[in-house]
T-cell receptor, first 115, second 120 residues
Framework: ETGVTQTPRHLVMGMTNKKSLKCEQH?????MYWYKQSAKKPLELMFV???????ENNSVPSRFSPECPNSSHLFLHLHTLQPEDSALYLC??????????????FGPGTRLTVL | AQTVTQSQPEMSVQEAETVTLSCTYD???????LFWYKQPPSRQMILVIR??????QNATENRFSVNFQKAAKSFSLKISDSQLGDAAMYFC?????????????????FGQGTILTVHP
């Protein structure tokens, strides 16, 4: 196990629902990431947080709202999503953003289906 | 911007045989790192091997080794003595070293992935 957990593992929601994805890392890391993995596409970086501060928003639509209350927890709040937002959402963490060979450790992902 | 290309959507190998997965990348940076990640059907992405661009020696981790050709911007993964547990999606990824001209945060750029099937 990599020490990064995500809940829920599966989520089905309607376009008018509001839901949240949760990520928790038990590795003592300072940086956390949200990625989107769609079928037949490379993983797309969505957000980066370092020491609770957002350092990257990769042109993500505002219907995705991240929250990082502390270095161990990362949330992704979802509202008025579209069917094309259905994907696997992966959380990752790393020691920091200092560059170098800092390894990112991934959670198991949340499989999101938007009806 | 950096790009990573995996030209093999699917590969297959017989158990105990050797298979090579291809990856090419495009960058103008001189300081960077390359990674191979494995994503089994359980979906937990795990690091297989990494290579520092400044090192000429190819990285090796047990049955996994890379062929890093910096001039050709090629980074292939060789899996020797393939096992059923090696079956997974494999992703090649690039990360800037954070030096001059590079980004200073931990952004990984991934390829499209290669699905590896291992036949008993």
């Amino acid at each position: 196990e990599t020490g990064v957990t995500q809940t829920p593992r599966h989520l089905v929601m309607g376009m008018t629902n509001k839901k949240s994805l949760k990520c928790e890392q038990h590795l003592g890391h300072n940086a956390m990431y949200w990625y989107k993995q769609s079928a037949k596409k490379p993983l797309e970086l969505m957000f980066v947080y370092n020491f609770k501060e957002q350092t990257e928003n990769n042109s993500v639509p505002s219907r995705f709202s991240p929250e990082c209350p502390n270095s161990s927890h990362l949330f992704l709040h979802l509202h008025t999503l579209q069917p094309e937002d259905s994907a696997l959402y992966l959380c990752a963490s790393s020691q920091d953003l200092g560059g170098g060979a800092d390894t990112q450790y991934f959670g198991p992902g949340t499989r999101l289906t938007v009806l | 911007a950096q790009t990573v290309t995996q030209s093999q959507p699917e590969m297959s190998v017989q158990e105990a045989e050797t298979v090579t997965l291809s990856c090419t990348y495009d960058t103008s940076e001189s300081d960077y790192y390359l990674f191979w990640y494995k994503q089994p059907p359980s979906r937990q992405m795990i690091l297989v091997i990494r290579q520092e661009a400044y090192k000429q020696q190819n990285a090796t981790e047990n049955r996994f080794s890379v062929n890093f050709q910096k001039a050709a911007k090629s980074f292939s993964l060789k899996i020797s003595d393939s096992q059923l547990g090696d079956a997974a999606m494999y992703f090649c990824a690039y990360r800037s070293g954070g030096g001059a001209g590079g980004t200073s945060y931990g952004k990984l750029t991934f390829g499209q992935g290669t699905i590896l099937t291992v036949h008993p």
